[in-house]
Nanobody, 117 residues
């Protein structure tokens, strides 16, 4: 059974940086696409970024140029480098792994990112 554990969330000031990590276990990490999602209070969950098994990356427009998704297959770890943070980036960030027909199979518990002005 796959497991994902996020870490790296914190409280920072606008303009600052954070790097989130998501350590995976229990499934063939390198074979699966992975995503970062976020959910702000009172809002719908939002897809932030995707990295395919071949390393192809995609970003939502609001973070493109500020966030960088990456993966280290040797460490079974997914990353999200977040620079030039804005108050609107405040949310709980979740990693997800292994695309299925309608959703991703494995989900982490989330890590809180709070950006203050």
């Amino acid at each position: 059974q796959g497991q994902l554990v996020e870490s790296g969330g914190d409280s920072v000031q606008a303009g600052g940086s954070l790097k989130l990590s998501c350590v995976a276990s229990g499934y063939p990490f390198s074979n699966c696409a992975m995503r970062w999602y976020r959910q702000a209070p009172g809002k719908e969950r939002e897809l932030v970024s995707t990295i395919e098994a071949d390393g192809t990356t995609k970003y939502v427009d609001s973070v493109r140029g500020r966030f960088t998704i990456s993966r280290d297959n040797a460490k079974n770890t997914l990353y999200l480098q977040m620079d030039s943070l804005k108050t609107e980036d405040t949310a709980v960030y979740y990693c997800a792994a292994c695309r299925m027909t309608l959703n991703f199979r494995y989900w982490g518990q989330g890590t809180q990112v709070t950006v203050s002005s």
